[in-house]
């Protein structure tokens, strides 16, 4: 019995070399035939639905292959900076801007923008809903002790979720494992885990859009300038890791800042309603 258990064992740690070695190879531009990159993203961008819709444009106008990491932002810069994909497309813009300064990145562009949205049960214990201001609803969450569910990850929803608790003057940090519990999963994950439990979510707009175990829930607070969700795509530096594939990411960079790349993402709909807005500056 105990062998069988450590030979179970050992081939559980030998596939989890092999996936590791795996991940290690695409990050380093190994390909076994064809051209590629590999993008670290978020889990907003992939769980929305957006990439299925871009990717393959952007395949059939080049012939690069686009294998995408979707992650928190903070996890994919971390990656990034490893060396491990060769353009990073998130949405946290300090970390974007800290990323370059350090010269991790070439540049930084804007790409497109949507926002985030509060979403909570039809009981609303914090009477919240209907709220244009997001620091009062954060407050008022914060002063009935309503359940919250955080991303807790790192990823660009969770910063602006700490930055809005910070202008709430509520240390919700304090409170982890009561009323605000931290999930460590990526958006759609979240959402699933605090319609479960009845509490509330900060999500960005397009992964609730197209999220389909609502239940009883509603978006409760939209509207604030805040909640606005900025995205940015940035070449990883070859000076720093010469695997960049620069040629190839350079490539998308411009595609997704170009009037056909743009064009693309503003197509992009979840039941009749556009999901991003792009917004990079004019090129040429």
């Known amino acids: 019995m105990q062998r069988r258990i450590f030979i179970a064992l050992a081939g559980a740690a030998a596939l989890v070399l092999f996936s590791a ?9 190994q390909a076994q035939g064809g051209r590629y990159i590999v993008v670290q993203s978020t889990t907003s961008t992939e769980n929305s639905g957006l990439f299925n819709h871009l990717l393959p444009m952007f395949t059939a106008k080049t012939g690069i292959e686009v294998r995408v990491v979707a992650v928190g ?22 970390s974007e801007e800290k990323f370059v300064a350090e010269g991790w990145g070439v540049k930084r562009f804007d790409v497109m923008y949507n926002d985030f949205v509060v979403i909570g049960p039809a009981e609303d ?5 209907g709220s244009k201001d997001v620091v009062a609803a954060f407050k008022k969450i914060g002063e009935a002790k309503a ?60 992964t609730w859009s197209s999220f389909k175990n609502r239940g009883d829930y509603r978006i409760v607070v939209e509207g604030d300038n805040k909640l606005f969700n900025q995205y940015g795509v940035i070449l990883v530096n070859p000076a720093k890791h010469p695997n960049v594939k620069q040629a190839e990411g350079q490539a998308f960079v411009d595609w997704v800042l170009s009037r056909e790349g743009q064009g693309a993402i503003g197509s992009f709909q979840i039941n009749g309603e556009q999901q991003f807005f792009p917004n990079a500056a004019p090129t040429g």
């Open 21 to 29: 070695l795996a991940v290690m190879d695409a990050g380093s531009g």
């Open 73 to 94: 932002t903070g996890q994919a810069v971390k990656n990034a900076q490893n060396g491990d994909g060769d353009v990073l497309f998130v949405h946290d813009k300090p």
């Open 125 to 129: 214990p914090a009477r919240i809903a």
């Open 147 to 206: 359940p919250f569910v955080s991303r807790g990850d790192d990823s660009g929803t969770h910063k602006a979720e700490l930055r809005l608790w910070k202008d709430a003057g509520v240390d919700a940090k304090a409170a982890s494992g009561t009323w605000y519990r931290e999930a460590g999963s990526g958006m759609g994950a979240t959402i699933n885990t605090g319609v479960g439990m009845g509490a509330y979510v900060l999500t960005d707009r397009a």
